[in-house]
């Protein structure tokens, strides 16, 4: 059952940094070797203005007894909608959860099966602000209306139109997908061998082309291979190159695409004609990838490959991941990690820890290039969902490892001091 917590309002604090590795931050921060950055203070090209964040406890769901409602399976992805209501997409349950603002139970969506309403085989949920649901299946797309209802069911062809791996939608109900799968042809080639970001239709018309993102040249390393046995699927997953640029986006309520595809402080805002309408940049310059750089990613690795390999004996999938020694490296540490969009449309902008790991600060900014602040790495982290009137909903597991999902309310970002 929902555990309803006191409002009591809470503060981050900035972190005690050591002198030598306080340096580094200066430096990746576009030090100019004097302490202080160009640019004004509280200015897109001055120093970052560390902010406070206030917060207060809404509510909690998740229990580790058989026979409560938020008993969660597998949380995949929590949505909010206008109304202030949370989904929560239970995909071990094929399942969705609304629940109120008050942490009650309104709804269950779905289920498993193969009926209409009923879900199989869910890759992602996607929920509208008004509440509507595009249910993304291996073949299937499901529209559901915001009380549930079963609309229809739109079957992909992997032959034509391809099979889209989605995880947003335009207000008009297409999709927008950097991952498109085909079958029995050739695999289609991006201009300029960049990475490719589609609108996807759901009237069965050829998904359309909206921008192609930058990446790396090819260092030829080794490639990720599947194979069909008599025992079920064969994954091969090549080590892969550390640190390669991430190809990141979120939708602004204009339509328009905030990206991210750079090594340096960059962030693009795409509009629907795939034009580049914008862009949003930092004097921040990329780290070089040192010794110790790789040797913390290393380690990285090796444990995702551990968990990746046993999360693989739990399904009928073997996985086989290649070795660290298959690791290789890019030059230099990408500035931004990861992008998200909030309610209010300001741009939240992870940035890498000085050993490459996503645990540096978090600047916020707008669309129009106003900087408001920074939240320091030990403080207020981007959640898995924005809602309205500043909540935000993170995934978590409690202390006896139960899938629970918190639910906060932003008050305030302040300036420190």
């Not at 229990?63 to 071990?92: K, Y």
């Not at 609108?199 to 069909?228: C, K, M, Q, R, V």
């Not at 602040?373 to 009137?389: E, I």
């Amino acid at each position: 059952m929902p555990k309803l917590t006191t409002t009591t309002t809470t503060t981050t604090q900035p972190r005690f940094y050591p002198p030598l590795l306080l340096c580094a931050l200066l430096a990746a921060c576009g030090d100019d070797g004097n302490g202080i950055a160009d640019g004004a203070a509280g200015t897109l090209d001055g120093p970052d203005v560390i902010v406070t964040a206030f917060t207060e406890e809404v509510f909690t769901v998740g229990s580790m007894t058989g026979d409560a409602w938020d008993t969660f399976g597998s949380v995949r992805s929590v949505h909010f909608d206008a109304l202030a209501n949370l989904h929560v997409f239970d995909s071990q349950a094929d399942q969705i959860l609304v629940v109120g603002p008050d942490g009650s139970l309104i709804r269950t969506v779905g289920g498993q099966g193969e009926g209409p309403g009923e879900f199989g085989n869910v890759t992602s949920a996607i929920v509208g602000r008004d509440g509507s649901y595009t249910v993304m299946g291996f073949l299937t797309i499901d529209l559901l209306t915001p009380d549930g209802e079963f609309v229809r069911r739109i079957t992909m062809d992997p032959m034509t139109t391809g099979l889209a791996m989605a995880r947003m939608a335009l207000p008009d109900g297409r999709l927008v997908t950097g991952q498109i799968m085909r079958f029995g042809g050739d695999e289609e080639e991006a201009e300029d061998g960049g990475r490719p970001i589609h609108i996807f239709p759901l009237d069965g018309n050829e998904p359309e082309l909206l921008y192609t993102a930058w990446e790396l040249p090819d260092d030829g390393g080794g490639e990720t291979t599947a194979e069909s046995t008599s025992g079920g699927m064969v994954m091969n997953l090549a080590a892969g190159r550390a640190f390669e640029p991430r190809l990141d986006y979120d939708l602004l309520t204009d339509g328009r695409l905030a990206l991210i595809d750079s090594i340096g402080y960059r962030v693009k805002l795409i509009g629907l004609d795939g034009s580049v309408t914008g862009t949003i940049e930092r004097p921040i310059a990329p780290i070089p990838v040192d010794d110790a750089i790789m040797e913390a990613e290393r380690e990285r690795y090796r444990e995702s490959r551990a968990e990746l390999v046993e999360s693989g004996a739990r399904s009928n999938i073997q996985i086989e991941r290649e070795g660290v020694e298959g690791r290789t490296f890019a030059d230099e540490l990408p500035v931004l990690f990861a992008l998200a969009v909030d309610w209010e449309d300001r741009i939240w902008l992870e940035r890498r820890g000085p050993t490459g790991a996503n645990d540096g600060p978090i600047d916020i900014v707008t669309p129009g290039g106003d900087y408001i602040g920074t939240l320091p790495p030990d403080g207020l982290r981007t959640p898995d969902a924005f809602g309205p009137d500043g909540l935000l909903a993170y995934i978590e597991r409690d202390e006896m490892d139960v899938p629970t999902v918190r639910v906060i309310r932003l008050v305030a970002l302040e300036p420190e001091g």
